[in-house]
């Protein structure tokens, strides 16, 4: 019971009191400044009997109120100048306060909870307004102050009916409260119970005079709560539409808020999806960094990557340094000339540690180390963190430079190779990347386990598009020169119809590509003694055999754990030598074994230096000692400068201290050797004879260069390996004509090569002209990166395709947007045993890869993924599925988001009246269509309510039946909800709000932990304890106050969590043990070194923004 008429929403509730007067009131009278739907829900129940409720709200478009503009400026008369703005503010601008007040009680609903009892609410505040009992209108003169709740008491009758007449003609609350749900009850609000009829009349008269001026707002609400949730009927192509903006709205923004600031040489030249590409990166970087640029080869990286340099050097005034392969050096000079870069460029072959300062070299030169955007072109060479290369890169980058990667494989073998590039932008494992968890290294050691999807990554800082993506939604049909169907892109995957690009206003087409297998008999090759020799190489086994196969190599001198006795096994330093034995032996299987397929000779070279290193390691061996580590490797291979024979044992005795012989079962090691040794020799006899002559597939290929389109054309060819090439040159050249040429290794001047072969594409490259034009040119691997070789036609592989990345690489070098020739061709050399020659191709295949997997085994798992047998792609390259080819092109998973984006692109741009509705679609949307797999699909964000237009955290979920999760994999949810627009949707089963809300119940508390994961304090390294141990201890010792603040701000921004650079640097500052002023001038060299300085401004150290967890749409498939 309350003894005074004071509501202050802590001994006494304002939605008690409201509750408590509607119950017996006939009609009340609101005026609030901000209306939100959570303050009616608790009064909800009350209004039933209520006749008429009138509404007054206030305006909450604008920031500055009368209050602020007196306090912030001191002026009285700016009050008065801005009432009287307010008194003829014009009409039209009412009506604009009254949409954006609109939009800001859309918000709310949006962002209400999807239960029952707010489903009810929506349509019981539609049903009140359509039946004329609910009149709300929104005050437009300026803030609404004053808040007041008045309430007409109805009439009241005695036992016979008659009317009474009552004290009071009713009763008001006036004071601080808004009609929200802290308003009226949870925030700390001062009200107080007016009394009396004067009062209350009086009320009521000034009520009334800002109801006259203030504007309707009944349309504007009844038009907000039938689009909500609760009410508007949703139809399943509106929730595929609504996933798919709200998936890539950021990548959607008009162009022109990163257009260059005038159209410069470069950006006239690139294609439309080159400049998406461009727009794309400067937001990615600016936002994260980094950026990948992963198109397929043949797609103008190095073109992109120039423009994307241009537009920071431009806009932002960057100083550019473009880190790339020796062999790219004269592009990218003639580049930086040609379009004004002002930048520096370093080959990568420079990024080794100097003896001086080590990895800071690059800090340290006064050419690079101004430099604050760093382009790296085949980027993928810095995927190994434990290389001095990357080591260079890691401490120049530390200090937070921008970057961009150009590569085409940003992974090899594994994921990791990723992080590791991605680390060089990105030092810190605490991500804002909208990812879960939301540290890298844990994200990708969760990806390992197969329990996060690499796309869900990538999507935010890599682009990457293939030939098709680009010809699907950039291309004009060839025939009729209009834009291609991407619904119907059949025909031009199967070839039947063509597509070009538009560049510069010419038609770019990409060549057509022709496959064709030119078959021989390996068994011919090898005069009959093919089975008898790959019987020799063996098969692989999970444990070397205790006694060896016999006619079978066991590798003896690649497996040295297998005969460490077993006392010492897990002792250091034997510990790594079991799996590293295993993975050598395996490796030097598959060496032989494709060494064996390439090449008569390159498999003779082969085993002659197996053969060397043999006999030495059995010497050493009976001398004492296990030649054995990196540097007695090098000896054993000929790449130390040691001449003699006597000076080659006594130089592998010098650096073979590592291993005791003793450590060893001398004896069993031996005899393998000798085994080896045995079989190598029988190898080497039974393939000396094998003379160019007698070689089946070198007079294969000679043949064939006799023929047209040979003859006619300019031809590469492609082998794994120098000693084939070698072999085939010779053979090739016998008349050392100057029009066929090789290539196998950095020795030779590659641009003068690569300009005679292709003077079209590179007429920046200076050669003789007297030396005349190549029309032959064979290579090794090394030409299949970052060249353009677009003049030539034709690509001859020489060896045996396991995997398609290989080839793809080196049709990129031919295969690009804009070659002048029509058709590429690319011939595959198959070989065929004696027994398979009256087989059909696909039989002959069969065998081949039975014959991989017989040799391999296992093993396989060693390799590099562009070395992994790929069965279904060796059946596209050897039975001509040219159409096929692009389906294989090394893509890192399939970021479909790229066709989201594309199809929403085009939306824009041919409807912009659809995509304007798909974008002003409300969130928290719901249908319902057919399925015969029932369940659930909703989509959740976590949205700054500050800065709604900027992209959250998301999470797709889509439920079974039971509502229990199965999948949030983007691509397959995108599958499982994609529809056309004429599907109708169905009713929502009556269970429906319960499992949308557990499931957004769900994403709160992952929210919870991943914001509780970002904000976890770090532990202190033991050079940060060090460190800020002996800063405490200096700053003891003296007294002077600049001093002791420099002292303090080192301190605190050395706790704070640092790079693996910093850590290193400060490690070594321990192991020195500096103290006092050397200290403090090492640190004050890594604080500016490093731009720590930044780390600690205000804009870093704010508190973040908070995050709430929204219903975006949700779909349930009956």
């Not at 070299?361 to 430099?371: M, Q, V």
């Not at 299987?589 to 064996?596: D, E, G, Y």
């Not at 000076?647 to 069993?668: A, H, N, T, W």
């Not at 020659?837 to 060693?862: C, F, P, S, V, W």
Request: with cysteine; net charge negative.
């Amino acid at each position: 019971m309350m003894n005074n008429d004071i509501v202050d929403n802590r001994q006494e509730k304002l939605v008690d009191q409201i509750n408590r007067i509607l119950s017996t009131s006939e009609s009340a009278h609101f005026a609030v400044g901000y209306f939100f739907l959570s303050g009616f829900t608790a009064i909800a129940p009350r209004l039933t009997n209520i006749k008429q409720l009138r509404l007054l709200i206030g305006n909450t478009t604008n920031q500055e109120t009368l209050d602020q503009l007196a306090e912030g400026y001191k002026r009285l008369e700016l009050v008065q100048d801005t009432l009287e703005e307010q008194n003829y503010i014009k009409r039209s601008f009412r009506q604009h306060i009254a949409t954006e007040t609109a939009e800001n009680l859309r918000s709310t609903v949006e962002l209400m909870d999807q239960t029952d009892d707010r489903e009810t609410l929506v349509k019981n505040l539609i049903q009140m307004i359509e039946e004329g009992r609910l009149d709300v209108r929104i005050y437009t003169k300026g803030r609404l102050h004053a808040k007041a709740y008045i309430f007409d008491y109805g009439k009241v009758y005695d036992q016979n009916g008659n009317p009474l007449e009552r004290n009071e003609n009713g009763i008001a609350i006036a004071g601080s409260s808004n009609l929200s749900l802290s308003g009226i009850s949870n925030n700390t609000e001062l009200n107080v119970i007016v009394h009396g009829n004067n009062n209350h009349s009086a009320l009521t008269d000034w009520f009334n005079e800002l109801w006259e001026e203030a504007e309707d707002f009944n349309a504007n609400l009844m038009a907000e709560m039938q689009q909500s949730w609760a009410i508007a009927p949703t139809s399943p192509y509106d929730i595929y539409m609504k996933t798919l903006y709200m998936l890539v709205r950021d990548r959607l923004e008009e162009e022109s808020s990163v257009t260059l600031l005038s159209e410069d040489e470069i950006s006239k030249q690139l294609a439309d999806f080159q400049k998406v590409a461009v727009n794309q990166a400067v937001k990615i970087i600016n936002e994260y960094g980094g950026c990948f640029v992963s198109d397929v080869v043949g797609l103008g990286k190095s073109f992109i990557g120039t423009a994307i340099v241009k537009r920071f050097e431009q806009i932002q005034r960057t100083r550019p340094l473009i880190i790339c392969p020796r062999p790219l050096m004269e592009m990218w000079e003639r580049y930086n000339e040609v379009y004004h870069l002002n930048a520096r460029v370093l080959s990568m072959g420079k990024l080794t540690e100097s003896e001086d300062d080590g990895a800071r070299w690059l800090l340290e030169d006064f050419r690079f180390k101004d430099r604050d955007f760093v382009l790296i072109d085949e980027s993928h060479h810095l995927r190994n963190l434990g290389t001095q290369r990357y080591r260079v890169m890691e401490t120049f980058l530390a200090s937070g430079k921008q970057c961009c990667f150009l590569t085409a494989t940003p992974r090899n073998k594994t994921a990791w190779d990723i992080y590791n590039q991605i680390k060089l932008f990105h030092q810190d494992d605490q991500t804002d990347i909208p990812v879960d968890p939301p540290h890298l290294q844990q994200y990708f050691q969760l990806l390992e386990k197969g329990d996060r999807k690499l796309p869900n990554l990538l999507s935010h800082i890599l682009i990457r598009r293939t030939r098709n993506h680009i010809l699907r939604w950039y291309g004009y049909d060839a025939a009729t020169h209009t834009r291609v169907d991407s619904q119907n892109f059949q025909p031009y995957l199967q070839g039947k119809r063509r597509a070009y690009i538009q560049v510069g206003g010419k038609h770019r087409f990409f060549p057509k590509r022709e496959l064709e297998t030119i078959e021989y008999s390996i068994e011919n090759t090898y005069q009959g003694l093919y089975q008898q020799i790959r019987g020799y190489l063996g098969k692989s086994r999970k444990r070397q055999k205790k006694t060896p196969v016999k006619d079978e190599l066991c590798y003896a001198r690649y497996g040295l754990g297998n005969y460490v006795v077993k006392s010492k096994q897990k002792q250091d330093p034997y510990l790594s030598l079991q799996s590293a034995g295993a993975n050598l032996r395996g490796l030097m299987r598959v060496l032989l074994f494709k060494r064996f397929e390439s090449s008569v000779y390159a498999f003779q070279k082969t085993i002659e230096r197996l053969l060397k290193t043999y006999e030495y390691f059995d010497r050493a061996l009976n001398d004492g000692f296990v030649p054995a580590g990196e540097d007695a490797q090098s000896i054993l291979h000929g790449e130390a400068n040691i001449g003699e024979e006597t000076d080659i044992l006594q130089g592998l005795k010098q650096v073979s201290d590592k291993y005791r012989i003793e450590d060893f079962d001398r004896d069993r090691l031996h005899e393998h050797i000798q085994h080896d040794l045995t079989l190598l020799h029988q190898i080497l006899e039974l393939v000396k004879p094998i003379t160019p002559d007698k070689d089946t597939k070198l007079q294969t290929l000679i043949s064939k260069l006799n023929q047209s389109p040979f003859r006619e054309g300019k031809c590469l060819i492609f082998t794994q390996y120098a000693d084939t090439a070698q072999y085939l040159y010779d053979n090739l050249n016998l008349d050392n004509n100057s029009a066929i040429e090789v290539i196998y290794s950095n020795d030779k001047n590659k641009a003068r090569i690569v300009g005679r072969f292709a003077p079209k594409a590179n007429p920046e490259q200076k050669w003789n002209q007297k030396e005349g034009e190549i029309k032959t040119l064979i290579a090794t691997d090394v030409l299949a990166e970052g060249l353009n070789l677009q003049d030539g036609n034709i690509i001859i592989n020489y060896d045996l395709h396991w995997n398609p990345v290989k080839l793809i690489q080196r049709f990129g070098r031919i295969d690009r947007i804009g070659s002048e020739n029509d058709v590429i061709y690319g011939y595959n050399f198959l070989p065929e045993t004696g027994l398979e020659k009256n087989l059909k191709l696909r039989e002959k295949l069969k065998h081949r890869i039975q014959e991989i997997h017989d040799t391999i085994g296992e093993d396989a798992a060693i390799l590099d993924r562009a070395e992994q047998l790929n069965e279904e792609a060796m059946y596209a390259i050897y039975e001509q599925e040219s159409e096929q080819l692009s389906l294989f092109e090394a893509t890192e998973d399939s970021l479909d988001l790229n066709e989201a984006e594309e199809i929403l692109r085009r939306l824009k741009k041919e409807n912009p009246e659809e995509f304007t509705r798909i974008a002003n679609l409300p969130h928290g949307l719901r249908s319902s269509k057919f399925s015969l797999n029932k369940g659930t699909y909703i989509f959740c964000e976590a949205t700054n309510p500050n800065r709604p237009e900027l992209k959250g955290y998301q999470q797709l979920f889509l439920l079974d039946e039971q509502g229990e999760i199965i999948s949030r994999d983007v691509p397959q949810i995108l599958g499982k909800i994609y529809t056309h627009p004429q599907e109708k949707s169905l009713s929502l089963p009556k269970n429906y709000n319960a499992i949308v809300m557990g499931i957004k119940q769900q994403f709160e508390q992952e929210l919870q932990h991943r914001n509780a994961e970002k904000d976890h304090r770090h532990q202190l390294t033991q050079g940060q304890r060090y460190i800020s141990k002996e800063l405490r201890a200096y700053y003891k010792t003296i007294s002077d106050p600049d001093l002791q603040r420099s002292l303090d701000i080192l301190e605190q921004t050395f706790r704070q969590p640092i790079t693996n650079v910093l850590r290193r640097e400060l490690n070594q500052i321990k192991r020195e043990g500096l103290t006092d002023i050397a200290l403090l001038n090492r640190l004050k060299q890594l604080y500016h070194q490093h731009n720590l300085g930044e780390e600690m401004t205000p804009k870093k150290l704010r508190k973040p923004e908070t995050s709430i967890a929204t219903i975006i749409c949700s779909e349930a498939f009956v």
